[in-house]
């Protein structure tokens, strides 16, 4: 059953070559990866090529589209996908030899039909920003979620081709679009033992900054109100005493630049939504 490996990738000229070094090392052979540029402006593309001149990469096909967003880069991919099995993955991830074996196992053997891992380590743990990332999200150190995270979530990692088509593929809704096949399928996405891979967090403020904006425009659950509040959660009065607060609670003084600039982003994002601009994409 062959698998494809689909990757959105927009202005990811920095961590795209290890994403597809890493795929190359895979136990699992048979499968194909689809890179999809989402309107890429800077050196993204001629590294993508340079990547499918090289032996190890014959098994990469690139698509191009105009700036749409992940979920419709997914979309497109999984379209003209060839696997029956699709893995979705980001391009500032890296991977063990059999993470693409464990991720499909339960597929595989009949016990699930879509797929998520347990197993997402922060792939630049040392960076201090990636560090005050981690804190502000709450999550476990040197992972990408919190402690006690449960066997059944609604991103998929993996899922036969079949079950994707059949609603459709993702909701273009911008931060949450891959939250969106979970509502449509019906079902959640199961554990797969011992996936284990890496995922990069900001390791810059100019980072921090961009990605919390996009994170700021997301739609929220309680809509204009929801964006409201989270305008004022993240108002610079608001952000300086949280992060002075946990700056103290975890003993690291630069957390409260950090907060300042991750908060700036949600503010400015959020903002960005509530007075009519365009959702995160």
């Known amino acids: 059953m062959k698998i494809s490996v689909i990757i959105p990738v927009f202005n990811e000229s920095s961590v795209i070559n290890d994403c597809l070094l890493s795929l190359a090392e895979q136990t699992v052979k048979d499968f194909e990866i689809v890179v999809v540029d989402d309107g890429s402006t800077d050196g993204?593309?001629?590294?993508?090529?340079?990547?499918?001149?090289?032996?190890?990469?014959?098994?990469?096909?690139?698509?191009?589209q105009d700036h749409k967003g992940p979920g419709a880069a997914r979309n497109?991919?999984?379209?003209?996908?060839?696997?029956?099995?699709?893995?979705?993955?980001?391009?500032?991830?890296?991977?063990?030899?059999?993470f693409l074996e464990k991720l499909v196992a339960p597929i595989l053997q009949g016990d699930a039909l879509g797929t998520f891992s347990k197993e997402e380590y922060v792939g630049n743990s040392g960076n201090v920003w990636s560090?005050?990332?981690?804190?502000?999200?709450?999550?476990?150190?040197?992972?990408?979620?919190?402690?006690?995270?449960?066997?059944?979530?609604?991103?998929?990692?993996?899922?036969?081709?079949?079950?994707?088509?059949?609603?459709?593929?993702?909701?273009?809704?911008?931060?949450?679009d891959d939250w969106t096949l979970s509502d449509k399928l019906g079902y959640l996405a199961?554990?797969?033992p011992n996936a284990k891979f890496y995922h990069k967090n900001p390791d810059n403020l100019v980072e921090v900054y961009r990605q919390a904006k996009w994170i700021g425009k997301r739609q929220y659950k309680l809509g204009k109100l929801g964006t409201l509040i989270a305008i004022v959660r993240s108002s610079l009065p608001v952000s300086l005493l949280t992060g002075i607060f946990?700056?103290?609670?975890?003993i690291k003084p630069e957390f409260i630049i950090f907060k300042i600039v991750y908060d700036f982003g949600i503010f400015n994002g959020a903002l960005s939504s509530f007075i009519g601009g365009s959702s995160a994409k």
């Open 44 to 64: 993204t593309l001629e590294k993508i090529k340079n990547s499918i001149n090289q032996d190890n990469n014959k098994n990469l096909k690139l698509i191009k």
């Open 76 to 98: 497109l991919g999984a379209l003209q996908a060839k696997g029956e099995i699709l893995v979705f993955v980001d391009s500032d991830m890296t991977f063990a030899v059999d």
């Open 131 to 176: 560090i005050y990332w981690g804190i502000s999200e709450g999550w476990e150190s040197g992972k990408r979620h919190p402690k006690n995270y449960p066997d059944r979530q609604k991103v998929f990692r993996a899922i036969l081709k079949s079950e994707f088509a059949r609603v459709g593929g993702f909701s273009l809704t911008g931060y949450t």
């Open 190 to 192: 199961v554990a797969a």
């Open 246 to 250: 946990k700056s103290i609670v975890y």
